[in-house]
């Protein structure tokens, strides 16, 4: 008996260490999807510079050729997603969330994303068959997150809760399932599936999803958006962000970089208004 409230008091005593060494004021933010969340556009020097130790990125896999290493902390200077992926919504995201933020807050990201994938990537229960029928190329890009984007996600999130508290999750993902009536269901089991394997409170927690490259720019995928548009009829505390006016490349499917910049501050400006501030 002893010896089982030596261990009662030990576990207390390290709940209540954990407790005292997470940051309240430490947003995190976890983010996933395709390729437009993964980063398309090249980021330019207005890009990397000035950027406020405050806004952290959690690196999700190894990159010497930045200096960084899996799991640990650096300033939020692009790239945020792998070791050579370009800028994404979550570069001003996070510069706008601390613009209008307290002086003693920190926003800190995770950026887990493949180019070219559905959403039945980050199915915990399934992905694995979804990989062995992919292209040898989405397989290359999965195997820098050793083989499970999902588990690296929940993997890096947990680590991050330590340092501090997940505020919100951050989805750009519906080209490769474009006219997928089921996509709010599949999305809503990612969703349910974070909450659960985090111990995340839904109420607590919102998703925000970004819609593809909208029609006014001859957005290829544009139809997509009015199944992103329902998201929030499957998921209560889901909300949709609106890429009207966003510019884009080329190809129309991906945003350029003034576009990203420009989605990045509505998702800010639509989180920090669930925020409260």
């Known amino acids: 008996m002893k010896r089982v409230y030596f261990l009662i008091i030990i576990g207390l005593l390290a709940t209540s260490f954990n407790a005292f060494s997470q940051d309240k004021n430490f947003y995190i933010f976890l983010s996933f999807g395709q390729s437009n969340m ?56 996070g510069r706008a969330m601390l613009a209008k933020l307290p002086e003693n807050a920190r926003v800190g990201v995770i950026n ?7 959403i039945e990537l980050f199915d915990k229960d399934n992905y694995e068959s979804y990989v062995e029928k992919s292209p040898n190329w989405l397989k290359n890009m999965v195997k820098e997150y050793d083989g499970n984007p999902y588990g690296r996600l929940v993997e890096m999130a947990k680590i991050a809760q330590k340092d501090g508290v997940i505020k919100g999750i951050l989805l750009h993902q519906g080209e490769s399932n474009t006219n997928d009536s089921l996509w709010t269901k599949k999305v809503k089991l990612v ?29 290829i995928c544009a139809s997509m958006n009015k199944i992103i548009a329902t998201l929030p009829e499957t998921i209560k505390n889901a909300h949709v962000i609106s890429s009207s006016g966003c510019t884009d490349a080329a190809d129309n499917l991906h945003f350029d970089a003034a576009g990203y910049r420009e989605l990045g501050k509505r998702y800010a400006e639509k989180m920090l208004s669930l925020m409260g501030f």
């Open 191 to 219: 969703y349910g599936n974070l909450m659960k394997d985090l111990h995340l409170k839904p109420k607590k927690v919102p998703l925000l999803a970004g819609e593809t490259v909208n029609a006014d720019q001859g957005g």
């Open 112 to 118: 887990v994303s493949i180019g070219g994938c559905k």
């Open 38 to 93: 993964e980063g398309n556009a090249k980021f330019e020097a207005q890009d990397t510079i000035n950027v406020d130790s405050r806004f952290q990125v959690l690196e999700a896999v190894d990159c010497p050729n930045l200096g960084r290493s899996k799991g640990n902390w650096y300033t939020a200077v692009p790239p945020l997603c792998r070791c050579r992926t370009g800028l994404t919504p979550v570069d001003y995201f």
